[in-house]
C-alpha cells in the first residue's frame, strides 16, 4: 500500500473515484473531515502507527485470516473456490480491520469519544470492541427495524460497554442510523471521532477504510501465492452494500487486469419489485452522507428506502470506488434476491461446514448467476459468520 | 441590485432588537401542500424582512426533529421541487422582500444545477443556501451559474470554523454570512451561554465584510435578542415551524410579534 494518492481505480488527491466520491458536507463536519484528509495518510504511515495496527491484527484479531480451499463446494460448482475466512476474526467479521486502525487514528487526533453506525450490528460490534479495549466512550447508532432483527448484536455491544441509540426516522435502517450519527458528530465537533464503518462517506473515509481493509487483499496475494504458485485468481468475489469487505477484498487486484472483479449486490425481493437494494441497477448519481455516488432515489432526488433481508446490505447507495468500478466496467455487478442468498448460505453451512453471516450469503449466490470453468480460481471473501443471523436463518427455514 | 444586498445596506430603523433584520425558515409543503405563499405572505405582513423558503429532503443532516418532521409531513404531502417551483409562480406580484431557496444538494442536482438556478432567476428568488454543496466545490463548479442568474450563493460559519477559513468564505461571500450559532443541528439548543456570546463578539471583532446573520437556537425574543446583539439580524426556523404545527398558519402574526 502506498501512501501516495494513486488516482484510476483509486482515491485521487480530492477523494474522487472517476466522478464519483468529494466531500459534500455542511461547514459544521468541515473542522473535523478536513483535519481528518490533511493528517490520516502522515498517520497511518507513521511506522509507530503501522507497528501498533499490524501488533493488533495479528494478536488481537486474529490475522492472518485462512484463505480455505473449500473442496466440496468446488466440486459442486465445478471450479477452484477458495474462501477468505474473515468470519473467522475476532467480533466475526472484517469490520474489526478498520476499526482497529480508526481507533488508533482516533487516539492520534487526541479525540476521546467514539461514534459509529450499524447496520447489522458488525460495525458496532466492532466498534464497541474497540473502544472497550482502548478504553474510550462509545456511542452506536442503529435503525429501530435493525436492533430488533439483530438482537444478538444489540446485546454484544452493551456488554461491551457501548450505549446503543436507535434511530427512529425514515426506514430506521442503515440509512438513518448514519444520518443519526452525522448529527451526533455535528452536536459534538470537538472531542467526536466518527467511525464510519463503510467505504462511503465525505473523502477521506472511503480512502482510509479501504486502506485499512486492505489487509484482507494483501493477505490474499501470499496466501494464493503459496498454495496455487500464482498471487493473481481469475476472480474475486464479495457481497456489497456500502462496500468495504468488497473494496479490502479487490484492492491489490484491481490494477491486475488479469483479475476479475465481481460484487454481488442485494436484490431483496427482485430488483423490479421495489423492495431491493441494488444500487448499481436501481440507482443513479446523487449526493448521499457526504459523497457522490450511485444512490437509489426518486426522480425528485429524494434518496429511496431500499429493502434486503440483510441488515448489513440494507443501503441506498454504494461507496464511490465501487460505482466507479461498476461505470468503468472494471467490476461486473450481480445482484442476489434473499431467497438465493439463504439458499446459498444454506449451501455453504451443509458443504462446507460454515454458516455464513446473510450479507456474506450474497456473496456465495454468484454460483446460481455464473458458471466458471474448472481452472479458474475463485477467491470468495467470507466476510462475516452467521450466528447474529440464527433467528433469521431460524424463520426462513422452519428450523 | 439583488434585494438581498439592498436589504443589508438599509440602515437600521430602530435600536436594539426592533432594528434588526428578522429572517424565517419554513419548510415548503408544511403543513399543507399549499400553504407556501400565504406563508410567504404573512410574513412579510408581519414585518418579516427576509425569507428562507425549505425544500423538504428525505435526509436532512443538519437538522434537528422538528425540521425532519416538517419535511417529511412535507413530501407526503406530495412537495417536489417543481411543484415548488410551480407554486412561486407569481409570488413577486404580491411580496418584495428578500427570498431565499433552503435545501440540500442532492434535489437540485436532479434538477439540474441550471435549471434550478433559471427558474429561480425567473421566480424572482434572490439566494440560495445549501449547506452541503461546499464552497470548493461551489467555486470550481457553480459560482459561473449562480452568478448568470443573479443568485447570492450564502455561506454557512460555525464555533469552530478557523479565521482563515472565515475569511475565504467571507471573501467568497455576498449578502450575508449565515453565522451557526452553535455547534449543534437546528433546534436543538435552549438558550446562548457565554461561549455563544465569545465567538459572537470574536467575529464581529473581525470586521467581516459582510455582515452576519445568526441562526440556529434562536426561538425567542430573548434568543434573538442576544442573537444579534453583535449581528445584523437573526434566522428563526425550528420554534416558527413547532409554532405552525400547534397553532397553525392563521397565527403567524402571533409569533411574530412576540420576536421583537
Known sequence: MKKEFIGGYHADQRGYYGEFGGAFIPEMLYPNVE?????????????SFQKEFHQLLKDYVGRPSPLYYAKRLSKKHQTKVYLKREDLNHTGAHKVNNTIGQILMAKKLGKTRIIAETGAGQHGVATATVCALMGMECIVYMGEIDIARQAPNVARMKMLGATVRPALSGSRTLKD???????????NPVDTHYIIGSAIGPHPYPDMVTRFQSVISEEIKWQL?????RENPDYVVACIGGGSNAAGTYHHFLDQPEVGIIAVEAAGKGVETGESAATSALGKVGIIHGCKTMLMQTEDGQITEPYSISAGLDYPGVGPMHSHLYTSGRAAFY???????MTAGLELSQLEGIIPAIETGHA?????????EPDDIVVISLSGRGDKDLQTYIDYFKL | MNRINQKMQQKNQATGAPGKLLSIYFTSGYPNLDDTVTIIQQLEKNGVDMVEIGLPFSDPLADGPTIQESSTVALKNGMTTEKLFEQLRGVRD???IPLIAMGYFNPMLQYGV????????????????MPDLPLDVYQEEYEAIFKKYGLI???????????????????????????VSSASVTGSKSGFGTEQEAYFKRVASMNLKNPQIVGFGIKDAQTFQQATKTAKGGIIGSAFIKHLTEHGVASISDFIQRIR
Not at chain 1, 448514519?178 to 451526533?184: K, L, P
Not at chain 2, 450563493?153 to 453565522?179: C, H, K, V, W
Request: glycine share 4%; net charge negative.
Open chain 1, 35 to 47: 483535519e481528518l484528509r490533511q493528517r490520516y495518510l502522515e498517520i497511518m504511515y507513521e511506522d
Open chain 1, 177 to 187: 442510523a448514519t444520518n443519526e450519527a452525522i448529527r451526533d458528530w455535528i452536536n
Open chain 1, 225 to 229: 501465492k503459496e498454495k496455487e504458485g
Open chain 1, 335 to 341: 445482484s442476489a434476491t434473499d431467497d438465493e442468498a
Open chain 1, 364 to 372: 456465495f449466490a454468484i454460483f446460481q448467476h455464473k458458471t466458471f
Open chain 2, 94 to 96: 404580491l411580496v418584495s
Open chain 2, 114 to 129: 441550471e435549471a434550478f438556478c433559471k427558474k429561480c432567476h425567473e421566480i424572482g428568488i434572490d439566494g440560495i443556501i
Open chain 2, 153 to 179: 450563493n450564502i455561506f454557512l460559519i460555525t464555533p469552530q470554523t478557523s479565521e482563515e477559513r472565515i475569511r475565504e468564505i467571507d471573501e467568497a461571500s455576498e449578502g450575508f454570512i449565515y453565522m
